[in-house]
């Protein structure tokens, strides 16, 4: 019988020694990655030979062989990790005899207090637990002797590996399927804030299914920078280990500076950003492989069909279908034609980009490498046929992403624009954003594509949608920084003076247009004016707007709604009226927006009653978050307060709020009117008539909205996992002529726009009008106070309100 050494490694059999050991290994600051993982796996099996022998010698037993299967199994030990093993055995064993062996192995793991993962089986009944359960199968493909008899795994692991060959027709696609399910489950690794390294797409997990594809002599997945690509992610789970003491793949916010320090890295950011590249580079190798498989597996089913049609001589010659000069299909991807020269054609990168974007195809791996291999460098500025590839391919909509990661994946891209560097794979810390900062940009150039037919100059918005956010990664405000990258890339692609000059204004002001319809008074004249006199031109206000679109679609769910659209299609035709010389809107009368039917049908309610008139609408919007609430009431002190204290004490989330002035007609008076977008915490709404009960009664204050706001805070304190940073109020200076303006901006909680509108109450200035938006889990709330005869406030009476509000807050 052939076994492996007893002597070779071996720990103290007891507990403690191994755990010293292990303890001054993973103390030891010179061993790291790699290295470590595998002194720390050949340390564990010296001690469970260790064990083994023992328990051989105890139990009597022979004919058997303790194996290490999974991570274990590839020496792949990080410092938490859990130990698989499988205990096989002849069958010739008295079970007593065989229960003492296992006995006397896991029970010191067990003390240790090390997770254990094991079984018990004959060379048959692993063979057949590998035939019904595809995960077993996958981890006996990484089996590895620690002790016994090497005969036993030596047959297995030839049996499991053949069945693994002759059964890849039917287990690939179950292992296919196995990981489109877990990264619906768990997301893709290199946009998460919150990555899981081992279970999202493009994690550990996923390598470890590029291996057994690997196995099958099926297919390959492309090796370049995949074997670094795991050791960061694997580098990367150590270090979490080490941080937290725990077994965890989660890399949380709260741990991510650890993490980074403990690697040598700058920071979070750094951290992320290392981590996203390595996942990037899986998620590319399994688009590439699986597509091979499924190529692979169409061909051999097609195979006994071309027998029959073409007799057992012929042979089906390879269809090839032109797509563009240089540019063919075969195969289902877009390949370089024969007669392709990428040493003579500079454009025939983009000029590929774009034939497959437009044709909805993949980009062959080969064809990609060969231009990364021998491509020739474009001329700066491009020439004009390369500026229209670019511009096709930006317009292709949603097969420009798969397209743009292929040329991505071997630096293409950051060859044709070297500042994408600076935003590739680079982290968003903002909960609203889904992307990282370049996957947005090319979201964004897919939501433009849609929009091209509304501007004259579709070729702007596509480069303006590539290039808004150019400048994060850099010191400074985006926008401003990006202003100038963008001049200098938009001169490099080749566009002219005027062109250059449109798009740096575009990306210079990509946030104007929805940060002034959310967060500013539009009747005010100065507002609007301000706008125009940024924009421009007509021309350029209609790229903005429909660039202000994409933006946030492709921002995520919460950045965009039909309120949200509204709001910046009002901005939009004022500016507009302005800028094409409109006599009312061009001098100081742009007029307040005349209410809606249903609001001056509350506001006269109002006033006739002298009461709060309300109404709630049920009506969903297929892209808004909550229902829309509008509140009409006399123009009274605490009216902000009082209204959203009641609509907290109902738990309901104000997602976004406009309150103003409306002037009724036949000299009526004026009318407070509160529009609301709000949405039930959780259960169903409240009636309409208890919410107008409670409000009179907030106002009139038989109902102490402080007092039973701060009961059900003790009684249901609020859970944060990481502390948010603190609140900040600002004044806005320069932006109103009639009012002075406050922003705030804090974490959105219950009762939050309540407490703001007390501490406005107690600093004696009237709310002329008020603009809320709530963005996941931060609220940005801009408000536009005056003194009570209605005139902005005193510099110093500003700055001093706004520290009252920040502290009330705090």
Not at 166 to 191: D, I, M, S, T
Not at 673 to 694: H, I, N
Request: net charge neutral; hydrophobic share 45%; charged share 25%.
């Amino acid at each position: 019988m052939t076994s492996v050494d007893d002597t070779t490694g071996t720990a103290d059999p007891g507990p403690g020694g191994y755990a010293a050991a292990r303890l001054r290994l993973l103390q030891e600051e010179s061993r790291s990655g790699p290295e470590r993982r595998s002194a720390l796996s050949g340390l564990t099996d010296g001690w469970l030979n260790a064990l083994f022998a023992e328990a051989v010698r105890e139990s009597g037993v022979r004919g058997a062989t303790l194996v290490a299967v999974g991570g274990y199994g590839r020496g792949e030990l990080s410092p938490r990790s859990d130990l698989d093993l499988l205990l096989l055995h002849d069958g010739k064993a008295d079970p007593k005899a065989l229960r003492v062996l296992a006995d006397r192995i896991w029970y010191p793991v067990w003390d240790l207090g090390v997770a254990l993962d094991h079984s018990v089986r004959t060379p048959g009944e692993a063979r057949k637990t590998a035939a019904e359960d595809l995960k077993a199968h996958l981890g006996l493909l990484d089996a590895r002797p620690v002790a016994g008899d090497l005969g036993l795994l030596a047959g297995l692991r030839t049996s499991v590996l053949a069945d693994w060959r002759n059964q890849a027709v039917k287990r690939l696609p179950q292992l296919h399927a196995l990981c489109r399910e877990r990264a619906e489950r768990c997301g893709e690794l290199r946009f998460l804030l919150e990555p899981d390294l081992k279970e999202a797409r493009g994690g550990l997990r996923d390598v470890t299914a590029l291996r057994a594809v690997a196995a099958s002599w099926l297919a390959d997945a492309p090796r370049e920078g995949l074997a670094e690509a795991r050791r960061r992610l694997l580098d990367a789970r150590d270090a979490l280990h080490l941080v937290t003491g725990r077994a965890t793949d989660r890399l949380s916010l709260q741990e991510q500076d650890q993490v980074a320090a403990r690697l040598g890295l700058l920071d979070a950011d750094a951290l992320l950003r290392e981590v996203y590249e390595a996942a990037r580079v899986v998620s590319y190798a399994g688009d590439v492989t699986w597509r091979e498989v499924g190529r692979v597996l169409r061909a051999r089913a097609s195979r006994p069909r071309l027998r029959g049609l073409l007799g057992t001589r012929g042979t089906a010659a390879v269809e090839r279908a032109p797509l563009a000069d240089g540019i063919v299909e075969q195969d289902g991807e877009a390949v370089l034609a024969l007669a392709a020269r990428p040493e003579r054609d500079p454009v025939l990168a983009l000029r590929l980009g774009a034939a497959a974007a437009q044709a909805g195809l993949p980009v062959s791996l080969h064809a990609v490498r060969r231009l990364a291999a021998h491509g020739k460098p474009l001329p700066v500025p491009w020439p004009a046929d390369a500026r229209e590839q670019l511009l096709t391919l930006l317009g292709a909509g949603e097969p420009t992403v798969a397209v743009w990661e292929a040329l991505e994946a071997e630096g293409l891209i950051t060859r044709l624009l070297p500042d994408w560097e600076r935003v590739r794979c680079r982290p968003q810390r903002n909960p609203v954003h889904t992307w990282t900062v370049d996957r947005h940009l090319i979201e964004t150039a897919v939501r433009a594509s849609a929009l091209t037919r509304r501007v004259g100059r579709p070729d702007l918005l596509l480069m303006a949608a590539l290039l808004h956010d150019i400048g994060k990664g850099w010191p400074g405000d985006h926008s401003v920084v990006g202003e100038t990258i963008a001049r200098d890339m938009a001169v490099r692609v080749g566009f002219d003076a005027d062109d250059v000059a449109v798009l740096s204004t575009l990306v210079r002001h990509h946030l104007l247009l929805i940060d002034t319809a959310t967060r500013r008074d539009l009747d005010d004249p100065a507002t609007v004016r301000s706008v125009a006199d940024a924009v421009g031109s007509a021309g350029t206000l209609e790229l903005l707007h429909a660039l202000t679109e994409a933006d946030a679609l492709a921002t995520g769910p919460a950045a965009w709604s039909t309120w949200r659209g509204s709001l910046v299609a009002d901005l939009v035709n004022r500016v507009g009226a302005v800028l094409a010389g409109d006599a009312v809107a061009a001098d100081a009368g742009v007029t307040a927006r005349p209410p809606g039917a249903e609001q001056e049908r509350l506001a006269v309610e109002a006033l006739r009653t002298g009461e709060p008139a309300l109404a709630l609408y049920a009506r969903q919007e297929e892209d808004a978050v909550g229902v829309e609430l509008i509140v009409a009431v006399r123009d009274q002190p605490g009216v902000l307060p009082a209204a959203a204290g009641v609509l907290a004490l109902h738990r309901l989330t104000v997602r976004a709020a406009d309150l103003r002035t409306v002037e009724l007609p036949d000299e009526l008076g004026e009318v407070l009117v509160l529009r609301w977008r709000v949405a039930a915490e959780y259960g169903s709404l409240p009636q309409g008539a208890l919410l107008r009960t409670d409000l009179i009664r907030a106002l009139d204050g038989s109902l102490d909205v402080p007092a039973k706001l701060a009961d059900r805070e003790a009684a249901y304190p609020r859970r944060r996992g990481v502390v948010p940073p603190p609140p900040r109020v600002a004044v806005v200076p320069e932006v109103s002529s009639l009012a002075t303006v406050l922003e705030v901006r804090a974490p959105d909680a219950v009762g939050l726009l309540h407490r703001i509108g007390r501490a406005l109450d107690a600093g004696g200035v009237r709310v002329r009008s008020a603009h809320v938006s709530t963005l996941g889990a931060n609220a940005v709330d801009t408000l536009y106070v005056t003194d009570v005869d209605g005139k902005p406030l005193p510099a110093a009476q500003a700055a001093s309100l706004a520290a009252a509000v920040q502290s009330a807050l705090t």
